[in-house]
């Protein structure tokens, strides 16, 4: 068993942590959250460092390291900020799709400008009225000569009104049982002719990622598009949620940790009663709670990230990671805004985004009744 | 068997009020919520239809209601699910000062206009370096001649911009004992001296106008002075308790209106092979813990109306019910946005506003670690 993180690692850390000191200005996110922007060019800065694509191969300008890297990235980024690290950690959102399973020529052809802050990624997954149960979609893809032609709507796509292309669930044999065995995934650009965003929502939590609605009406996608074989979209899918909850935990755990900081700042300088508010023992109770779920938050994320990264994750161990980092960090939102009394309700003080921002987190990919449901088929098997 | 007994005449005021809420506030609210505050025109809606400070004798313009009408109002503002038309904290909380600690002329001069809905009112008492702690406090105001004369900056005051008037603590930088020092006086839109610092952007409340009030030499006629010098702390001691419960009956009306939302949202939404959410067990179970918390919530609120109404000293009751029911809105809206499930995440869902609204309800009018606090020295411990 080994705990510390490699020296390397510790410098990725470093690294991540200035660029956001440097570049995460509080009045910006503030706001630019108000219209549910990211800063003009932090993308591609973030992406020149290294961060976007830091679990890419370098063959296409990825950093060559693994989904633990990422999560510490995530992290890092987060305790910063928790609105804007999370905008940026998903503007390769669903890119482990192609990178997971595409083939070298749709690698190539994405993945570099993803790595490089050139266009970001999402995923259309879900429909509307439809939840996280995707064994049955209405979304199709007809093959017509070399080409797709999809047709439907999708919803929930994180800033699907600024993504350069969408990883696309759709229905490519209709006459599969399942259902689910005659789905695939395929990639669309977003100036491809009939694919409209025709809603961007104002959201709770993590507004700097609007949800978007979308429509697909008779778009043309060309059919080296395909990700992985015919049929393969729905396990694909289900695997990239996997690996995006251990995503998510990451930032949950950045989240939870910046509101941490916050508090623990103000309450030893806050005076209230004759005594910083430090020293009263509710408040040091408090503390070591908010202490005590992060640190068993960060040691599951990291621990799911690194059997990912063994190629051994199991998509409960996963939700496991998401469940309680993202429990930590609305826990250790709700607190801090608790703890800093009518400045944790203001804007100006940052912590009321780290809570909604949290929930966000907490909800997104899954509710916890939804990571439970994943977490109790993993461990108690077919029943006889 | 209700606890409260409500007549006829309660049923038909509340019947009335919901109508006016549903033709006059409710179609308004995500307007008010985008310009982050109520038109006063509102306010003088609702004061001239006879919804504000219903209790107030008929001598100044008022009807002399009963406490069950301030419930009633209470609980169908909750309803709307906005809280920027803030009539509990005018009707309930800070007029009633002026009503029981003003003179005769005081009374002459505001209550006929704070009935009417001309006269908005604020009460200014929070500083930035003291919150829950009125020892704290670090305005002053000073005798000069006929004048006192007003130092300070108060912070996060509710009807902030609208107020017309605003009940402003202040100490008498001569008087060494805190607590004796305190005083409370009126100061009215206008006064040289009286500005407005920065209208505040917060989590939720977005339709009220929270702000912070600037005096700088802010001079006003020693008449301004409301009930006694040095009353201040006793004052504020006896209005406490029926603030708290205020707080706590709108705390309880909103976990009861975002659980309706919730149990509705689930008996008519179904996943995608068809079954209503309400037909999951988890979710069942989720929604009768919720109901349950609710009625308890219910019964404890209830009993205290009757006993605040019967003027029964409950401050301890009341401390305990304004951290429970403010804690149960706060843990009943994270847990039924779980339910909406990604539309609870966007403002589409109307759980998302009462999410980021009751937030704070834990925190204003004396946080809840005060309110344990407060119970904890009345149990003798």
Same mark, same amino acid.
């Given at each position: 068993m080994e705990f510390n993180l490699s020296k390397s690692q510790k410098e990725i850390q470093k690294a991540a942590w200035e660029f956001a000191r440097g570049e995460f200005d509080k009045e910006m996110i503030i706001e630019l959250s108000k219209a549910q922007k990211l800063p003009d060019g932090i993308v591609e800065k973030s992406a020149e460092l290294g961060f976007i694509g830091i679990h890419f191969p370098e063959d296409v300008n990825g950093g060559g390291m693994g989904l633990f890297e990422f999560v510490l990235v995530a992290e890092t980024f987060c305790r910063k900020d928790s609105t804007l690290g999370s905008a940026l950690m998903f503007s390769g959102y669903a890119a482990e799709c192609i990178l997971r399973n595409g083939d070298p020529a749709l690698k190539t052809k994405f993945l570099p400008q993803i790595a490089?802050?050139?266009?970001?990624?999402?995923?259309?997954?879900?429909?509307?009225?439809?939840?996280?149960?995707?064994?049955?979609?209405?979304?199709?893809?007809?093959?017509?000569?070399?080409?797709?032609?999809?047709?439907?709507?999708?919803?929930? #796509?994180?800033?699907?009104?600024?993504?350069?292309?969408?990883?696309?669930?759709c229905q490519t044999d209709a006459s599969a049982t399942p259902p689910a065995a005659g789905m695939s995934l395929i990639v669309v650009e977003t100036a491809s002719p009939g694919l409209s965003v025709s809603r961007v929502s104002q959201n709770l939590g993590g507004r700097m990622l609007p949800f978007c609605d979308l429509a697909f009406d008779? #778009?043309? #996608?060309?059919?080296?598009?395909?990700? @992985?074989?015919?049929?393969?979209?729905?396990?694909?899918?289900?695997?990239?949620?996997?690996?995006?909850?251990?995503?998510?935990?990451?930032?949950?755990?950045?989240?939870?940790? @910046?509101?941490?900081?916050?508090?623990?700042?103000?309450?030893?300088?806050?005076?209230?009663?004759?005594?910083?508010?430090?020293?009263?023992? #509710?408040?040091?109770h408090k503390l070591a709670e908010m202490a005590a779920s992060i640190e068993t938050a960060r040691y599951l994320t990291y621990h799911a990230a690194w059997r990912f990264d063994q190629g051994k994750v199991e998509p409960h161990q996963a939700s496991m990671a998401k469940l309680m980092a993202t429990r930590a960090a609305m826990s250790v939102a709700d607190e801090a805004v608790q703890l800093l009394g009518g400045y944790g309700y203001m804007t100006e003080y940052e912590v009321e985004h780290f809570f909604r921002d949290a929930k966000q987190a907490e909800i997104f990919q899954g509710t916890p009744a939804a990571q439970k449901d994943i977490i109790a088929d993993g461990i108690i098997g077919k029943l006889k | 068997m209700e606890i409260l007994k409500y007549t006829d005449e309660h049923h038909e005021f509340r019947k009335r009020l919901r109508t006016f809420m549903e033709t006059e506030v409710i179609p308004n609210i995500d307007q008010w919520e985008t310009d982050h505050i109520v038109p006063k025109e509102a306010w003088r809606k609702m004061g001239r239809a006879g919804f504000l400070c219903t209790w107030a004798s008929k001598e100044y313009g008022g009807q002399g209601l009963d406490f069950l009408y301030s419930v009633i109002s209470t609980e169908?503002?909750?309803?709307?699910?906005?809280?920027?038309?803030?009539?509990?904290?005018?009707?309930?909380?800070?007029?009633?000062?002026?009503?029981?600690?003003?003179?005769?002329?005081?009374?002459?001069?505001?209550?006929?206009?704070?009935?009417?809905?001309?006269?908005?009112?604020?009460?200014?008492?929070?500083?930035?370096?003291?919150?829950?702690?009125?020892?704290?406090?670090?305005?002053?105001?000073?005798?000069?001649?006929?004048?006192?004369?007003?130092?300070?900056?108060?912070?996060?005051?509710?009807?902030?911009?609208?107020?017309?008037?605003?009940?402003?603590?202040?100490?008498?930088?001569?008087?060494?004992?805190?607590?004796?020092?305190?005083?409370?006086?009126?100061?009215?839109?206008?006064?040289?001296?009286?500005?407005?610092?920065?209208?505040?952007?917060?989590?939720?409340?977005?339709?009220?106008?929270?702000?912070?009030?600037?005096?700088?030499?802010?001079?006003?006629?020693?008449?301004?002075?409301?009930?006694?010098?040095?009353?201040?702390?006793?004052?504020?001691?006896?209005?406490?308790?029926?603030?708290?419960?205020?707080?706590?009956?709108?705390?309880?009306?909103?976990?009861?209106?975002?659980?309706?939302?919730?149990?509705?949202?689930?008996?008519?939404?179904?996943?995608?092979?068809g079954k209503p959410f309400s037909k999951s067990q988890a979710t069942q179970f989720a929604l009768v813990e919720m109901m349950t918390e609710i009625k308890v919530g219910r019964a404890f609120i209830d009993k205290l109306i009757c006993e605040h109404a019967a003027g029964e000293n409950v401050v301890v009751e009341t401390s305990m019910a304004k951290y429970w029911t403010t804690d149960l809105a706060k843990n009943l809206a994270r847990r039924c946005l779980d339910l909406f499930g990604d539309f609870g995440l966007t403002e589409d869902c109307p759980l998302a506003r009462g999410f980021r609204d009751v937030r704070v309800m834990s925190i204003f009018a004396g946080t809840n670690e005060v309110m344990k606090g407060i119970a904890a020295k009345f149990m003798g411990l």
């Open positions: 490089d802050g050139r266009i970001t990624s999402t995923g259309a997954f879900l429909e509307p009225n439809q939840g996280y149960d995707l064994t049955r979609i209405s979304t199709t893809a007809q093959a017509i000569g070399d080409d797709w032609i999809l047709n439907g709507k999708k919803t929930f #796509v994180p800033c699907g009104n600024t993504a350069g292309i969408f990883i696309v669930l008779n #778009v043309r #996608v060309p059919g080296a598009h395909l990700i @992985g074989k015919p049929g393969s979209g729905y396990a694909l899918t289900q695997n990239f949620f996997t690996e995006n909850r251990i995503q998510i935990a990451g930032l949950a755990l950045g989240t939870a940790q @910046g509101a941490f900081d916050r508090a623990l700042a103000y309450v030893k300088q806050r005076e209230q009663f004759g005594k910083k508010l430090a020293q009263f023992q #509710v408040t040091r | 169908e503002m909750a309803k709307t699910n906005h809280t920027g038309l803030a009539a509990m904290l005018h009707s309930d909380i800070i007029v009633p000062y002026i009503n029981s600690f003003g003179s005769e002329a005081q009374k002459k001069k505001y209550l006929p206009g704070c009935i009417s809905g001309d006269i908005i009112t604020a009460v200014a008492m929070t500083e930035p370096d003291a919150g829950s702690d009125l020892a704290g406090m670090r305005s002053t105001a000073e005798m000069d001649g006929d004048e006192i004369i007003i130092n300070g900056a108060k912070t996060f005051i509710s009807n902030g911009i609208n107020a017309d008037l605003a009940i402003v603590a202040a100490k008498n930088p001569l008087e060494e004992n805190p607590y004796q020092a305190l005083s409370l006086y009126l100061v009215e839109d206008g006064t040289p001296g009286f500005t407005r610092g920065r209208h505040l952007d917060k989590m939720g409340f977005h339709s009220q106008d929270t702000a912070e009030l600037f005096f700088s030499n802010c001079r006003i006629p020693k008449e301004n002075i409301l009930g006694q010098p040095g009353m201040g702390f006793i004052m504020l001691m006896q209005k406490l308790q029926q603030e708290r419960l205020m707080c706590a009956i709108g705390a309880q009306a909103a976990a009861e209106l975002m659980l309706k939302w919730t149990i509705d949202y689930c008996k008519t939404h179904h996943d995608a092979a």
